[in-house]
């Protein structure tokens, strides 16, 4: 059975909740609310009736008791308290490394090889429908520092999806593993790739790519560490049929890994280094091909000063090695664990976004690094008066979500919630603009776009990706008359890059008159 039909045929449950403790009550078929504070159940009548309940009442956090789904609580909390039993962290490390979708690893001489696991290949598979309709997958990138919750959100966004049709604490989809408060090293490795649950199989399936954390430096991953130990456990094992099930089980998900070298990384040991893979490789690589970018942060503070001139940077190096690219990514700033004492306004996205925006107004001004890009795009005929200008020249558009740090689990489900939407009404964007332009990709064109993509990005780091040569090999241009006058504008703009499509045609208008004027006399083709 795929995984696609055993999603549709989940058995559902019926609502994960207590029976009311209030004093006396009988009622037992009641919706009951989960009281952290209370550490109780209750139905509404009964909750009213508790002395902590009382409308001025206040708790230890200053805000009065919240009713929670208890099903929610459960679910968060095992997001956010993961275990911190080794045995189960390790287990489900190796489990998560079916969900590995690229990355960096060694050949047998320790030099760097680009490692494609098939992962965005297997998913599209699994969740075919019958009817083999054509379908657009579209691409949702989460990148951020080390340690800034990046799986974290990645998992509350997929559990919040599944709880809508799964009233069990057990979630049906893949989903990233997050690390712990006792660890000090980075938790996850390369680039995994998970589906999102509310849009998996329909016609427009948006996949989120959890990235390794960016300034993780040369420490190895854990999940990178597991992986390590079983390829020189299997190295080691003359008869593999000797192994351990699960090590054989984890021996056949390498049957669809496809190793290129990387060509530029050869004979430099700097560029060799996985942080250079990690900072330079991966983000080329998705600003590229995602429709939408989560720059997760955990303390908002730190925006201007750590992470405004990455976040230009990054997108600048990667707009710069490609070419003909159909959309820009917008981009989502999610500000991870935010401090519950914060103005309550700031939960909203609109004031969320217009707060930061506005605490970095003229950072254009005083950063040096932000001024450079700047004056390019201003000597490229580009108005920019604020930051929030400069971000645009890059995304195509800017937002900022707020998610509270633990103890308010329904506030959290809210805000993911909110996350969620403005991902899907910005995927939704970027699907119009590419299908405006007439560049949208199915599954299997954007399958040999990757391919070449990475291809291309092994071996040559500096040059760009050209989407339009890649298309007109994937799709040749007709070889008739519209076609031929399609090739003289294509060879125009490659010479005159900075021409627009309208000033090539006005210039060519004047000679495809005269074209066709003569092709109508040479067919005979009279008027009426």
């Known amino acids: 059975m795929s995984y696609a039909s055993s999603i549709s045929s989940y058995p559902m449950h019926g609502s994960f909740q207590e029976p009311c403790e209030g004093d006396g009550c009988q009622q037992s078929a009641r919706k009951t609310w989960y009281c952290v504070s209370c550490d109780c159940s209750f139905c509404d009548p009964c909750w009213e009736k508790q002395p902590a309940h009382k409308p001025k009442k206040r708790g230890a956090d200053g805000y009065g008791h919240e009713k929670i789904d208890r099903l929610v609580v459960e679910r968060y909390r095992s997001i956010l308290e993961p275990s ?36 965005f290949a297997t998913l599209m598979q699994e969740s ?74 329909t016609n427009t399936p948006v996949l989120y790519a959890d990235c ?17 130990q079983d390829k020189a456990l299997i190295s080691n094992t003359p008869r593999k049929d000797s192994l351990d099930p699960k090590v054989r089980k984890r021996l056949q998900r ?4 496809v190793s290129r070298k990387v060509k530029w990384a050869h004979g430099d040991k700097e560029k060799s280094k996985r942080e250079y893979a990690v900072t330079e ?31 230009v940077g990054w997108a600048s190096a990667s707009f ?29 996205v609109k004031e969320a976004t217009n707060t930061l925006l506005s605490s970095v107004e003229t950072a254009i001004n005083t950063i040096p690094a932000l001024q450079d890009h700047v004056a390019w795009w201003r000597a490229n005929g580009r108005v920019i008066h604020t930051t929030k200008d400069l971000l645009e ?77 890649v298309a007109l090999k994937i799709n040749p241009i007709p070889s008739d008359f519209g076609g031929n006058i399609l090739k003289l504008a294509v060879s125009i703009k490659k010479r005159h890059s900075s021409w627009k499509v309208v000033d090539i045609f006005d210039q060519l208008s004047t000679m495809v008159a005269s074209c066709i004027i003569l092709d109508i006399y040479r067919q005979r083709r009279l008027g009426e």
Not at 94 to 103: C, I, L, V
Request: glycine fraction near 6%; aromatic fraction near 10%.
């Open 254 to 257: 390498t049957g669809n890994l």
């Open 128 to 201: 075919m429908s019958k009817s083999g309709a054509v379908r657009h997958p579209q691409l949702v990138s989460f990148i951020g520092q080390t340690g800034a919750g990046k799986s974290t959100v990645v998992k509350m966004l997929i559990n919040h999806q599944d709880m809508k049709t799964n009233q069990t604490l057990k979630s049906r989809f893949a989903a990233p593993l997050p690390g712990s408060v006792n660890d000090n090293v980075p938790v996850s490795a390369n680039v995994h790739l998970y589906a999102d649950p509310d849009s998996y199989l």
């Open 393 to 469: 020249c890059y995304y195509s558009s800017v937002t900022v979500v707020r998610i509270p740090s633990k103890g308010r689990y329904m506030l959290i489900d809210q805000q993911v919630e909110k996350l969620h939407y403005e991902i899907m009404v910005k995927s939704n964007l970027s699907h119009y603009k590419k299908r405006k332009v007439r560049m949208l990709s199915n599954s299997d064109d954007l399958q040999l776009y990757l391919q070449l993509a990475f291809d291309h990005f092994t071996q040559d780091l500096d040059t760009p990706f050209d989407f339009v040569s």
């Open 320 to 348: 710069e090695k490609s070419l003909g690219q159909p959309a820009l990514p917008h981009i989502i700033i999610a500000l991870n664990a935010t401090d519950l004492a914060i103005d309550a306004s700031q939960w909203d």
């Open 84 to 119: 911190s039993n080794l045995e189960e962290q390790e287990a489900l490390h190796r489990d998560d490394e079916d969900t590995t979708w690229f990355g960096i690893g060694r050949d047998h001489v320790d030099g760097p090889v680009f490692e494609d696991y098939g992962r």
């Open 281 to 311: 490789l991966y983000p080329k690589l998705l600003y590229t091909f995602s429709d939408v970018v989560v720059f997760v942060l955990r303390n908002s503070k730190t925006f201007e000063s750590a992470v405004l001139t990455k976040l």
């Open 212 to 228: 390794e954390g960016l300034e993780g430096g040369e420490s190895v991953p854990k999940a990178e560490a597991y992986k390590m």
